[in-house]
């Protein structure tokens, strides 16, 4: 699998990707994720997820520079265009192989996130699909994930807005990547960094990072030491409701407890103890924790 | 979809479920997924995912009482054999519905946590496939999740051993939760908490919980801020390498930088500038941040 996300922000654009792909875990492989595409008046990235036989066509026909209706990279009028370009160079694969991938029993899988910047527009960035088509990022939805983005999300929709300063959002991909590291042994290291920083036009900040980067192997530590402290500050749950602010055993409000089957007895039908939503939580919480309401007591 | 997950620990077992449903984004429903099953020697939770049409007949099989060679849940001699009830319940309606399942197109998809307590036997823990197979946790890997697993996934990995306490790893399970409400939409509330203590045999701590109980609110806003807390007391990246600690600038062993590539000169093959692993660190920092060193040497 892959893991590979891509911020557009207020002062610029931050792409970061691991570098494992598998088919099946005996075929471990270590291919790049990220392509950079630089002249004068123009800076690209493309992330690519999904089949590498794909996502290797779709960058070859984009380094050969050819053209669609006249256009490449190289000669687009803004990114939009360039996106389509990323775009069409997906359905040209798409034509030469969806037919014979579909008598393999295989889909034509193909994620891509492409960003960058043309001169005289502002960085932008796209996530574009395995039909050719694609969305842009917008300063409400800022960030695009491709591959296994589940176990990085949360904290990017924690910590991450459009008007992060591109130092904190680094470090904030570089959490969302530890993460999915963590939990998923089909991504791993090394990853590839950029970080771009509006109108340069070039690739400013950019790094190639394994475990022996004293900043990732630092956020790799600490970030676990941070993640178990913020939980062991936060209160352990009171089940007698002596402590208000932790208080779990108040009932819901609209949905009485779960009912416990009891076996039939003399083969008739099962006996349910329905606890209803109106058992008040007091009275549950006498039943359940009697001892910690004694403590109370005295 | 549905997020549940089943801790198995040195103390006893822990449940907790959401309860919404769907079947398209305008099809949303609240149907609970915890079921349990108590009686003077036993006590038993099923926690289900997946289609609802599969998970409710197979709760209703076991409901019934009915026979698999001899047995149900009230005469399974132990934990053991209540899951292969289980699993022959799932395999009932398969054998049921499958045909007609796979006319329409719908995969048969049914994933349960079953979990509890036969008198004389230590608690145990199953997770049961859609075949009815089934394998248990073990000290070294002490939970299961179905259904929408891995937003919540990484806070259990960092915090999670067989060693540790009911009242903490309920609070784990509630922030796994929050993290994945907070992520994907298909995940609702209430929930249904359960803390089963060991050799009680009983339904101990029981709950449902809304987004009024005291404690989940209190997770739900502590945790973004201690979360955010722990992110911002982390440093942010050295691109200068002024800060040793928290340099980000070292290039990785084994892998070069992405190379960059440039535009086909003369309708030549494309120009690429790879950046080789020997580039030293140094020289691409200065060149990257160049006032930050200025800075540094005032």
């Given at each position: 699998m892959t893991y590979c996300v891509g911020l557009c922000l207020k002062d610029g654009l931050v792409f970061l990707s691991d570098t494992r792909t598998n088919a099946g875990v005996d075929q471990i492989g270590t291919f790049r994720k990220m392509s950079l595409f630089q002249n004068k008046d123009r800076f690209f990235t493309l992330l690519s997820a999904?089949?590498?036989?794909?996502?290797?066509?779709?960058?070859?026909i984009l380094l050969q520079g050819q053209l669609f209706k006249g256009k490449n990279l190289w000669t687009a009028k803004n990114s939009y265009e360039a996106a389509v370009v990323v775009g069409d160079a997906i359905k040209q694969v798409y034509a030469q192989d969806h037919l014979a991938l579909e008598k393999a029993g295989i889909d034509f899988n193909c994620n891509m996130i492409f960003g960058?910047?043309?001169?005289?527009?502002?960085?932008?960035?796209?996530?574009?699909?395995?039909?050719?088509?694609f969305i842009e990022a917008t300063p409400e939805t800022c960030y695009f994930q491709i591959g296994e983005s589940k176990y990085g999300k949360p904290i990017l929709d924690r910590v991450l807005n459009f008007n992060t300063p591109l130092n904190l959002a680094t470090k904030c991909a570089l959490i969302s990547?530890?993460?999915?590291?963590?939990?998923?042994?089909?991504?791993?290291?090394?990853?590839?960094?950029?970080?771009y920083e509006k109108n340069?036009?070039?690739?400013?900040?950019?790094?190639?990072?394994?475990?022996a980067n004293?900043?990732?192997?630092?956020?790799?530590?600490?970030w676990g030491e941070k993640l178990r402290e913020a939980f062991n500050s936060i209160a352990e749950p009171s089940w007698s409701g002596a402590h208000k602010s932790s208080d779990?055993?108040?009932?819901?409000?609209k949905m009485g407890m779960v009912p416990i089957i009891h076996p039939p007895s003399k083969a008739k039908s099962p006996r349910v103890t329905p606890i209803t939503k109106t058992t008040p939580a007091k009275k549950i919480a006498k039943k359940v924790a009697p001892k910690k309401v004694t403590v109370k007591k005295k």
């Open positions: 999904g089949n590498l036989a794909i996502t290797q066509s779709v960058k070859e960058g910047q043309v001169k005289g527009e502002k960085p932008r960035l796209f996530n574009i699909y395995s039909a050719g088509n990547m530890d993460s999915t590291l963590k939990s998923n042994i089909s991504v791993g290291l090394p990853l590839d960094m950029l970080v340069s036009l070039k690739a400013t900040k950019l790094v190639t990072l394994d475990d004293p900043y990732f192997a630092m956020i790799h530590q600490a779990i055993s108040t009932p819901a409000k």
